[in-house]
């Protein structure tokens, strides 16, 4: 069986070449991941999302990608991997790679023999030793880097926040494949598939709440028809830094982001954006 979330013909284009890598900043350095899948009636392609839970101190009660922070054992595992990716390029995507496995219980960017029950296994080993390599050696599975393709990297660089998280997002495709998901409760209370302007339509009826970020990668994501177009539009918008500014129009106060880095909307009013903090 292929593995999940490989496409051959767009692959190409997850090659270093297609992401600009920054100095290290100041932040919480986290990855998280938007899994493609088709939908068998036809249409835009479905993007798998989890509700935080309200517990939580980041984000709680919103609408959200799987991801979380980059840890050491991830680290560890890029600096012993053979790779042309930078370490810490390669340790980001592990931890996307990780995190939407304990998270959701998908695997994506694996080579190996991969289906619903060894995805079980996979998952309830990694809750077990909290790091990806055991799982990757009990499965006899080998990482495939180049599956996950850096989309952006936001980073709002606010001191006055208690947390600021410098996050990775990457994109994945799982094509066809018709697979099992559960929600990890501990940190969320929903999982389910969604276009990006059902998310968006969603959040407008008061249905989702999604911050800002989230809610300009959507608009990004709802141009896409397919994992195929979101590719090609990746190769001519590399992946680069986003750090939201305020900028005063007509008195108000607009929260914005930079307008090269193929977002369609780029700007909304302060009192309007919800941020995870």
Known sequence: MKPLGIHQ??????????FTEEP??????????????????????????????????F??????????????????????????????????????????????????????????????????LLLDKGELAPVLAAMDWQLDLDAVLP?????????????????RFYLADLGTGAVEIAVDETENTKLYWITAQGALDAAERGDLTIIYPTRRNLERLAQFRDFAEAATHVAQYPSKM???????????????????????VTSEPLDDAIRGD
């Open 24 to 57: 290290a900043a100041e932040g919480i350095a986290a990855a998280t991941v938007v899994v493609f899948r088709k939908p068998r009636g036809g249409g835009p392609a479905e993007l798998l999302m989890v509700t935080r839970s309200r517990n939580m101190s």
């Open 9 to 18: 013909p767009v692959r190409h284009i997850c090659r270093m070449s297609h």
């Open 59 to 124: 984000a709680g009660g919103a609408a959200v990608f799987p991801g979380g922070r980059v840890d050491p054992a991830d680290y560890t595992l890029a600096a012993e991997l053979s790779s042309d990716l930078p370490q810490d390029e390669a340790a980001h995507r592990i931890a996307a790679i990780r995190e939407t496995l304990e998270e959701t219980g998908l695997a994506i960017g694996i080579r190996g023999s991969v289906d619903a029950k060894r995805a079980q296994d996979a998952r309830a």
């Open 242 to 264: 986003i750090t939201p500014f305020l900028e005063m129009r007509g008195g108000a106060r607009w929260l914005s982001i930079p307008d090269d880095a193929g977002y369609p």
């Open 151 to 167: 989309f952006s990297r936001w980073f709002p660089k606010n001191e006055k926040l208690p947390r600021v998280f410098d996050t």
